[in-house]
């Protein structure tokens, strides 16, 4: 992030259409910034630990009192100060895209049709203390997507449960949280509970490379559909994507990477070795909506958000994945959110600069 002077401030006035949901997602950045492992992460910039907390309680103060658009962007513009994302070109430009909290069918137990299963943690997997990565203990990489896939931790004792589709199972591991229905009807929630520490590579991207499929064609359904047609690919596929994610039983969720829910349109993930946890973000870029004769097309978005996850490919200060909701259709939104567009945080201004009172209008 880069501070930006006043005359480079965006027009926030459109996120006053997005409000819904935000305070929320606001209050749930302040539980994390409560727990004393949260002070850690701070400094960053000349942002303090305290900044992040008074710029959370300003944003909720102004969702509170603000009565239009125009209001909306006068008091941001006040009362906080603006960094904009650096982007992948050091020109602000950032690549946004989508993620979603899948749901599929699920069995607690294997039978003959529900045979791919999810794990939970190893216990011989770790995490670095000051990182954070994963890996094996004592050292070295842990288990690749592929051996995991071909049977490498199978009876340990480790499967949380089976899918019926063995690409449904990729989806729910890249995804990082699902909600699974069982045969009575009920749910079967999980959230993350770590990683295989390898990096996250696209085999999306890849088909698209190698001429499998059209660059139209680069959407999540895009993919279950090449992939039903084509389930000898799997074993390639999972070859090119060697991060694995695993799972334990997890209500109220999804929760995001700093163990608080996530919000639909409200919260997003980026590399938090890169951005402030718990930071109020603003996205100028455009997002895919379902018009009234169902098709989707992509529409600008300006909104608010609050940055409380990350993800595996999620890198650098180029990426910002939207949080978007539950299930299929959503699914589809996110599967197809791909467009460049522009990240700013905002945080409260601390001395030195003009007060809301001498900035307000009369």
Same mark, same amino acid.
């Given at each position: /992030?880069? =501070?930006? !002077?006043?005359?480079?401030?965006? @027009?926030?006035?459109?996120?006053? $259409?997005? %409000?819904? +949901? ?95 299963? /999810?794990? =939970?943690? !190893?216990?011989?997997?770790?995490? @670095?203390?000051?990182?954070?990565? $994963?890996? %094996?203990? +004592? ?173 595996g490919a999620i890198r650098a200060a180029g990426r910002c994945d ?41």
């Amino acid at each position: /992030l880069r =501070k930006i !002077p006043p005359e480079q401030y965006p @027009d926030f006035s459109q996120a006053y $259409y997005q %409000r819904t +949901g935000l305070e929320q997602a606001a209050r749930y950045n302040l539980e994390y910034l409560s727990k004393s492992s949260s002070q850690r992460y701070f400094p960053y910039l000349d942002i303090t630990h305290e900044r992040a907390v008074l710029s959370n309680d300003a944003f909720i103060e102004v969702l509170q009192t603000v009565h239009s658009p125009e209001d909306l962007d006068r008091q941001i513009k006040s009362r906080f100060e603006v960094y904009e994302s650096r982007g992948w070109n050091d020109k602000g430009d950032v690549l946004f895209t989508g993620y979603y909290w899948p749901i599929f069918d699920a069995r607690l137990q294997p039978d003959g049709e529900f045979r791919y299963p /999810l794990y =939970k943690k !190893p216990a011989d997997l770790m995490a @670095d203390p000051v990182t954070g990565k $994963y890996g %094996r203990q +004592g050292g070295g990489p842990y288990l690749t997507r592929s051996q995991i896939d071909q049977g490498a931790l199978a009876g340990q004792g480790l499967e949380l449960c089976y899918l019926r589709d063995r690409f449904e199972a990729y989806i729910v591991t890249v995804q990082g949280s699902g909600k699974l229905r069982l045969p009575d009807g009920r749910f079967f929630e999980i959230g993350y509970a770590g990683d295989n520490g390898h990096e996250y590579s696209s085999i999306g991207q890849n088909l698209v490379e190698t001429g499998a499929i059209h660059p139209n064609e680069l959407s999540l359904q895009g993919l279950i559909r090449y992939y039903k047609e084509h389930p000898d690919q799997l074993d390639r596929a999972f070859s090119i994507n060697n991060r694995y994610v695993f799972f334990t039983p997890r209500t109220g969720g999804p929760y995001g990477s700093l163990n608080v829910p996530v919000t639909p349109f409200r919260s997003i993930a980026t590399d938090k070795q890169v951005y402030p946890r718990a930071s109020v973000a603003f996205m100028r870029t455009q997002l895919p909506a379902r018009g009234p004769d169902g098709q989707i097309s992509n529409h600008a978005y300006d909104g608010f958000a609050m940055d409380q996850d990350t993800g595996g490919a999620i890198r650098a200060a180029g990426r910002c994945d939207v949080f978007m909701g539950t299930g299929p259709e959503v699914g589809e939104l996110a599967g197809r959110t791909f467009a460049e567009g522009k990240l700013y945080y905002i945080f409260v201004r601390q001395g030195g600069g003009e007060t809301w009172d001498t900035m307000a209008s009369p």
